[in-house]
């Protein structure tokens, strides 16, 4: 009998939300955006954003967080194999508070109030959602797992202050699903063989 149970080290469990924009559909992306709401990882819970943007503090990245122990933890664990960039632990944190608004039956939104600006994502007008399974281990060669539940959005925005940036959604296929370049990632755990 097959057991129920995966034999994977859970990494962090919850969710990771990202826009990523490009001044024209399927062109060079020039915002890009990584939400983390944590339940769990050994260094606690807690959010953290990521933002990156042509239009933003001269297109250095930037961090904001309620969780610095978490959020270092993201950076290694995680985002050094995703994007890099947001895997700097040199970045400097910002103190922020998350609230979320809305739902995936029309708009979605993540807010990120910090003493010098608000930060608000916008998902909506939403394509059908999928599983995303992706496994750890020798078979498919990735160091990490990772399940998650995408609703992938045609449409997004970013603002920063009162400012929106600019840019475009683009479609794209994750193998056989129809998804996009901004997606509410919710129900995801990393794991690791």
């Known amino acids: 009998m097959t057991s129920p149970v995966d ?19 399927g062109g060079t992306q020039t ?9 769990w990882t050994p260094a606690g ?7 990156k943007s042509d239009e933003v503090d001269g297109g250095r990245a930037r961090v904001y967080s309620d969780n610095v122990a978490m959020t270092r933890y993201v950076q290694e664990e995680i985002e050094s194999m995703l994007f890099p960039e947001f895997g700097d632990t040199s970045l400097p944190v910002i103190h922020a508070e998350f609230s979320r608004s809305g ?9 990120v109030a910090a003493s010098t600006e608000t930060v608000v994502l916008s998902w909506h007008d939403f394509l059908t959602p999928y599983m995303l399974n992706n496994p750890a281990g020798e078979a498919s060669g990735r160091t990490h797992g990772v399940y998650s539940c995408f609703f992938p959005a045609r449409q997004a925005q ?26 509410c990632a919710w129900s995801e755990t990393w794991v690791k063989p």
């Open 158 to 183: 970013i603002t920063v202050g009162d400012k929106a940036l600019s840019g475009v959604v683009s479609l794209e296929m994750r193998g056989p699903a129809q998804s996009s370049t901004a997606c």
């Open 103 to 111: 739902g995936i039956d029309s708009a979605y939104n993540e807010h």
């Open 7 to 25: 034999p994977v080290q859970i990494r962090l469990t919850g969710e990771n939300s990202f826009i990523r924009l490009s001044p024209e559909e």
């Open 45 to 51: 819970a807690g959010h953290v954003l990521f933002l």
């Open 31 to 39: 915002t890009r955006t990584s939400h983390w709401r944590v339940l």
